[in-house]
């Protein structure tokens, strides 16, 4: 067994959690169901996080562009993101959902999560939710100023890391993810390993941060 020591953690890593719909049809099912199998990998990779004492975590949910699906993908992962949500708030968290609210598209269930970080334990960890999140309508507050933007609120991006092979940001967070270092993983979402997080911290220690500098 591999064993790990970091020398430098990430303080903020975002997690675009790609490969669902690719992993259940491999899995031979329709391809909704692949959502709620992304919902206990994304416990576990939060329970990793707490345990290395990484404060920030962004999950991305899902975009503005993803509700062009059908109707019955589209209410797959609305549900898994309320599920998710649901089960963060049992667990040593502070929660914040960030997302285009007026769409109908929109789950009520998350609405008081929006509006303020919600903390619960310790609040140990900062975790971020991306639901219905769309970067031209995040940045077409940018005129008035950052504090303006709605998601204001989450600090600068260290480390992305996306699941399902795709190099791609698919506009996640564009003014926090600026200075970020981005690894993906070629395995779909849904078979998470512990080591895939260790592989992309070793990684990241190699990295040269300079932030420009």
């Given amino acids: ?5 970091f020398k430098r953690l990430p303080k903020h890593i975002g997690i675009i959690p790609d490969g669902n719909r690719r992993w259940a049809e491999a899995q031979g099912m329709t391809k909704e169901k692949g959502y709620f199998f992304g919902l206990d990998p994304g416990i576990r990779l939060y329970e990793l996080c707490l345990a290395l004492g990484i404060p920030e975590l962004t ?3 899902f975009t503005v562009d993803n509700t062009k699906r059908p ?3 589209r209410d797959a992962f609305r549900k898994a993101c309320v599920e ?3 089960r963060l708030s049992q667990r040593d968290a502070a929660l914040l959902v960030v997302g285009n609210t007026s769409s109908p598209q929109f789950p009520p269930e998350l609405l008081p ?3 303020k970080r919600t903390v619960f334990g310790k609040g140990s960890v900062k975790v971020n939710f ?5 970067w031209k309508w995040d940045l077409e507050h940018l005129a008035q100023g950052f504090s303006a933007l709605p998601s204001a609120d989450i600090s600068r991006v260290d ?3 996306r699941w399902g092979g795709r190099r791609r940001l698919s506009g996640f967070l564009p003014i926090q993810s600026i200075y970020a270092d981005f690894y993906v993983i070629d395995d779909y979402w849904p078979d998470f390993k512990d080591e895939h997080l260790y592989q992309a911290l070793s990684w990241y220690q190699e990295q040269d941060i300079t932030l420009g500098g």
């Fill in 59 to 61: 999950f991305y949910g």
């Fill in 113 to 115: 999560y929006t509006q």
């Fill in 1 to 5: 067994m591999v064993s790990y020591f």
């Fill in 84 to 86: 998710a949500v649901k």
């Fill in 71 to 73: 109707s019955y993908q």
């Fill in 130 to 134: 991306l639901v219905n999140y769309g």
């Fill in 159 to 161: 480390l992305i890391i």
